[in-house]
C-alpha cells in the first residue's frame, strides 16, 4: 500500500489570507499525523505565498513521520534545505504567476542544473525525488541522474474526463511507473488526486507514495463545518447564559 503524504500548503494559504496566526499548518500536521498520514508534504514557494520559513522551522522538529519539502532547483532555496534537514526533498518547477505547480520538472532540458542540486543534497544526507511528467523523456532522464524517487504529475489524468482519455493517461503513468521501478527508482505520484481518481493510481505497481492536499483539505473544510458551527452556536448561547455583572 502506498504512503499516503499530506500537503498541508492550504493550511498556510488561508492563514495568509489574514496575515494572522491561524489557522496554524504546525497545528495541521500534528492532525493529520493522527488521523494517520505516512508523510507531511510543503512547498516552501520562492514567493512564500503559503509556507513561511517559520513553519519548516518548527515542522522540521515536530513532525514525527517523514517531512518532505517541494522545492524549486533554487541556490537560496537548496541551501535553506540543507540546514532544515527534511527526510525529502522534491524538486518541482516554480513559476511565480502559476496558482499551483502546472507541469513537472523539465529534468531532460536542464540535467546540469538539476544534477548539481541533488549532488548538494544528496552530500547533505536529504533523499531526493523528481515531480516528473509521464513522459518518456523525462522519465529517462531522471533515470540517468539516479534519485532516490520520481513524483509522476497526475494533473492531466485527474482533469481528463472519465473514458478513453483518462485511460490513455493512466497507461502513460503506468508505462513511466514501470521504467522507473525497472531502474529502482522509487514511485511516487501527486496533484489532483481525489477520494475516486487515487484508487487507479494507488494500483499502479510498485507505488511508493501519494502527495495528496487539495482534496483533503476541501473535505476537512466541509466535514468540519456542522461542528465548527455548533461550537460557535454553545459559544454565544454560554455568553447569554452568563450572570450579568452588577
Ligand atoms: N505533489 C506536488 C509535487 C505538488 O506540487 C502538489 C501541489 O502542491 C501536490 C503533490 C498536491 O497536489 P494537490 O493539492 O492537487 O493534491
Redesign the pocket.
Known amino acids: 500500500m502506498p504512503r499516503l503524504g499530506v ?1 498541508i ?2 493550511v498556510a494559504t488561508l492563514r495568509q489570507a489574514r496575515g494572522g496566526r491561524e489557522p496554524d499548518p504546525v497545528w495541521a500536521a500534528a492532525l493529520a499525523e493522527l488521523g494517520g498520514a505516512d508523510g507531511i ?1 510543503i ?1 516552501l514557494r520562492e514567493d512564500r505565498r503559503h509556507i513561511q520559513d517559520r513553519d519548516l522551522r518548527l515542522l522540521r522538529e515536530t513532525v514525527q513521520v517523514r517531512l518532505n519539502l ?1 522545492m524549486a532547483v533554487a541556490p537560496e532555496i537548496v541551501e535553506q534545505a540543507i540546514q532544515a534537514k527534511p527526510d525529502q526533498v ?1 524538486l ?1 518547477p516554480e513559476r511565480r504567476e502559476e496558482l ?2 502546472e507541469g513537472g520538472l523539465d529534468v531532460a532540458g536542464q540535467v546540469d542544473r538539476v544534477g548539481e542540486a541533488v549532488r548538494r543534497l544528496v552530500d547533505s544526507g536529504i533523499e531526493v525525488s523528481l ?1 516528473i511528467d509521464p513522459d518518456p523523456r523525462q522519465v529517462e532522464a531522471t533515470i540517468a541522474l539516479g534519485v532516490a524517487a520520481a ?1 509522476l ?1 497526475t ?1 492531466r489524468y ?1 482533469e481528463a474526463p472519465e473514458g478513453p482519455e483518462r485511460l490513455r493517461e493512466l497507461e502513460a503513468l503506468s508505462r513511466s511507473g514501470e521504467a522507473l521501478v525497472a531502474a529502482r527508482i522509487g514511485l511516487h505520484a ?4 481525489n477520494y475516486r481518481n487515487v484508487i487507479d493510481v494507488a494500483l499502479i505497481p510498485r507505488m511508493a507514495e501519494l ?6 483539505i476541501c473535505r476537512a473544510v466541509l466535514v468540519g463545518l456542522t461542528r465548527a458551527v455548533r461550537e460557535m452556536k454553545d459559544a454565544i448561547d454560554r455568553a447569554s447564559a452568563a450572570p450579568i455583572d452588577c
Not at 501527486?190 to 488526486?193: P, S, T, Y
Not at 502527495?211 to 483533503?216: E, F, L, P, T, Y
Open positions: 500537503n500548503d492550504h508534504t512547498h517541494e522534491t518541482v499551483t505547480t515531480f513524483e504529475h494533473g485527474a501527486g496533484h489532483g488526486l502527495n495528496i492536499g487539495h482534496s483533503i
